[in-house]
């Protein structure tokens, strides 16, 4: 798939693309309590959001998609909730597997992994090498994840370096320590999204999203479209990004 004349078909300026979006999807209770359901009704619509959103990302072109799934403070929420949580991911890992393939789409996921339970760590692995080999986009599914524990673990790593006499902690820089954040290896959002009217960032990517641009839209998460997401990216591409400059 040629990305640029996507870009080019939705509207896009294919030359100011986000290299990374990073989606807080947010909404899911209220969409079913509005509608008088179960707030799992409201997970399983948002999962059709979800792979609306993958697709059209892909066909627009956007290297990095991140989704804030399920965060470390969701752990609190009812365990019928929880469960089912983790039944519709793994759903949606087994089900997308064609998708991603037929679509060079590679799966990554951060966050602490291994307090996921086995069906799902499994379901990841199985798609993340799966697709290992995919370049088209990354799709990178946040899951048990929170910015602060991200932070703490990279502080782990670098002190018993230093602790080994691996690194002079004098020496250590931002470049440095990027490398041992969940998301090494990845551009920074550019573009954050959060749907639901929330005006906040509830522990989702602290150090990578110093400098991006927020987007917070009132939609509820089930009811994302890919018009609204392409009027998003056309904002986004409007904007005068200045970085602490002066222009
Ligand atoms: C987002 O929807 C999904 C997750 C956090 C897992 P919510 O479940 O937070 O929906 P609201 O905010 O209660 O409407
Ligand atoms: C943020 O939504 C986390 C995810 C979308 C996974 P929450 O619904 O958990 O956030 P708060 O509680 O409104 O801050
Ligand atoms: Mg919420």
Redo the contacts with the bound molecule.
């Keep these: 798939m040629n990305s640029s004349l996507s870009a080019d078909s939705f509207g896009l300026d294919a030359s100011k693309l986000p290299r990374h979006i990073a989606i807080i999807?947010?909404?899911?209770?209220?969409?079913a309590?509005k509608r008088l359901m179960n707030?799992i009704k409201?997970?399983e619509a948002?999962s059709e959001a979800v792979r609306t959103t993958v697709r059209t990302c892909r066909e627009i072109g956007i290297p990095v998609l991140t989704l804030y799934?399920?965060?470390t403070e969701?752990w609190q929420r009812p365990k019928i909730e929880i469960s089912a949580?983790m039944t519709l991911l793994k759903k949606f890992l087994d089900s997308e597997q064609k998708e991603m393939m037929d679509n060079d789409i590679r799966l990554n996921a951060i966050g602490q992994i291994e307090k996921l339970p086995a069906k799902v760590r499994n379901a990841l692995t199985k798609t993340k090498d799966l697709t290992a080999n995919n370049k088209g986009m990354i799709l990178n599914l946040a899951l048990s994840y929170g910015g602060r524990t991200e932070i703490v673990d990279m502080v782990k790593i670098i002190s018993r370096m230093a602790k080994d006499g691996k690194v002079d902690p004098g020496l250590i820089t931002e470049e440095f320590v990027v490398n041992y954040l969940y998301t090494a290896g990845m551009p920074d959002p550019d573009l954050i999204i959060r749907t639901?009217g929330?005006m906040r960032i509830s522990n989702f990517l602290l150090w990578q999203i110093a400098y991006s641009e927020i987007f917070i839209t009132d939609t509820?998460?089930p009811d994302f479209s890919r018009e609204e997401l392409i009027q998003i990216i056309l904002d986004f591409q409007n904007r005068e990004r200045r970085f602490g400059n002066v222009y």
């Design positions: 999807m947010d909404g899911n209770g209220r969409w309590e707030r409201g997970h948002g799934a399920f965060s969701n949580l639901s929330e509820l998460w």
